[in-house]
């Protein structure tokens, strides 16, 4: 399909985001008219991450002209570890040999440094996937283009709301870093990432943020080699007060990292506590990157207004505990862009909010809020102090524990267990929690 870019050079002044939705947006929501003549639907996705371009394979491919923004050059990486699950690789068709490392041991710290090994239970063919996001990323935008996606190089600077129910959203840009230009569209997908410019625009509220830091380290390859199929996690309050530090192999390096929500001015201090632990693992190591980003802690308040839907990291779709956010963002954007199709069959009628809220936030809702609530009172549970760490790393040991997280996290789904083997769980649970707190109150009194 030849796709039209229309363009046009803009004033000098650039309308600033609104951070307040207009009024007019709800009353167009219910009139919004359903024909479009002679032309296909066109939509905007802004951000060609995981989140992004999937949205714009998904368009594309079902008939909407479809435009992706994307301000990066494919070198430049997002901050990220780079972890995916098993299922992403069968649902997203990502070949092998994008892969890194294939994972299939992890061994977690305690804040006492006891190691518990934490993979017992993986299958033969079973792994976490280990890659470079510049590499992934780069892969999953020219899907999008070759499924007839525009691309378009360039920062998105402002988003103009409709000035009525049918009236285009105005997209402004600088392409190739100087001249400002402007796209009229039907639809916007915000997949513009943590700091989402498209949820400004919309008045989509805000969310508390962690923020990440990691360090990618080159090591000797005698040091390399234990790390050849191993990622670590460490807990514990020397590398963060309430998530955990990392280390994740990738192809010729590690990547250390760690992050907080509750403390953001110290994250140098748990990264440098995070290097202390592994230090002899990476002594003689050169850092070849530095990068850090904030992570969303929760949903924002609104993720659909109007024609617009924010997808990913825009959404704040990255659950707690883990950390984990690109197959959230991958699928997110996918599920939208599926939905976007079906409401306008095919590209050929007008989409409105009712449309985006059943095809797309209601499905997504259905299938995952229960995921991102499981993994937040996980990680209120067993980040909260040392003693409750202890307690995490005791449970990780549990085989059924072990086969229970990982099902979950390969798969993506919540894994049912036997109800006998849950009470189990749950007594050890508590077992754990009240003997290490027991212990922790004894070491106390000793130390006094
Ligand atoms: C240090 C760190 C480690 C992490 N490790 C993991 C991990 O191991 N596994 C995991 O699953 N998740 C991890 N995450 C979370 C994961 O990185 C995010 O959840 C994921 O990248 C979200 O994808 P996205 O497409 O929504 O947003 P992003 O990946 O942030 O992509 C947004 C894109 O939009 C572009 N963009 C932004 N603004 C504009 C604009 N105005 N105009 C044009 N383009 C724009 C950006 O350049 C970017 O390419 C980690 C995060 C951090 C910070």
């Not at 919309?202 to 040091?223: H, N, S, T, V």
């Amino acid at each position: 399909m030849a796709a039209k870019i229309q363009t046009s050079f803009c004033l000098p002044t650039f309308s600033i985001p609104t951070s307040k939705p207009k009024p007019y947006l709800k009353s167009f929501t219910i009139k919004a008219s359903k024909s479009i003549s002679g032309r296909k639907l066109r939509a905007a996705v802004i951000g060609g991450g995981p989140a992004g371009s999937s949205a714009a394979e998904a368009l594309a491919s079902g008939g909407v002209e479809t435009f992706l923004f994307e301000r990066n050059p494919p070198s430049v990486a997002k901050p990220c570890g780079g972890a995916i699950p098993l299922c992403m690789l069968e649902e997203f068709d990502i070949p092998n040999h994008l892969i890194d490392r294939h994972v299939t041991h992890m061994r977690i710290f305690s804040p006492s440094n006891i190691a518990v090994d934490f993979g017992k239970t993986l299958k033969p063919h079973e792994f976490i996937a280990m890659l470079r996001r510049e590499v992934l990323d780069s892969f999953l935008r020219s899907r999008a283009h070759a499924a007839g996606a525009t691309a378009i190089s360039g920062l998105v600077t402002a988003l103009d709301l409709p000035a009525s129910p049918d009236a285009p959203y105005t997209v402004h840009y600088t392409a190739n870093g100087s001249s400002r230009r402007s796209l009229a569209v039907d639809v916007v997908i915000g997949a513009d990432g943590a700091n989402s410019r498209v949820a400004k625009a919309i008045g989509a509220g805000d969310y508390a943020c962690a923020i990440a830091f990691q360090e990618r380290i080159k090591l000797p390859d005698e040091k390399m080699a234990y790390y050849e199929n191993l990622a670590e996690m460490y807990v514990g309050d020397d590398v963060s007060p309430d998530f955990y530090a990392w280390v994740f192999p990738k192809c010729d390096h590690v990547a250390v990292g760690t992050g907080t929500v509750r403390s953001k001015k110290d994250i140098k201090l748990y990264q440098r506590g995070i290097r202390e632990r592994v230090k002899p693992k990476i002594n003689g190591g050169k850092v070849i990157k530095v990068e850090a980003h904030p992570i969303p802690e929760h949903p924002r308040p609104v993720r659909v207004r109007g024609r617009v839907a924010l997808v990913g990291d825009a959404a704040g779709y990255v659950t707690k505990c883990s950390g984990e956010g690109i197959y959230f963002a991958a699928k997110s954007g996918r599920v939208c862009g599926n939905g976007v199709v079906r409401a306008s069959e095919g590209g050929d009628r007008m989409i409105d909010e009712c449309d985006l809220r059943r095809e797309y936030l209601k499905p997504w809702d259905a299938e995952y809020a229960n995921t991102f609530r499981f993994l937040d009172l996980l990680q209120r549970v067993f980040y909260g102090s040392n003693a409750c760490r202890e307690a995490l790393v005791e449970l990780c040991g549990d085989e059924y524990v072990q086969r229970m997280t990982f099902e979950s996290y390969l798969y993506k789904k919540l894994a049912r267990g036997r109800v006998l083997d849950h009470a189990k769980l749950f007594m050890n649970t508590l077992g754990s929690l009240v003997r290490s707190k027991v212990v922790q109150t004894s070491m106390e009194s000793f130390i006094l």
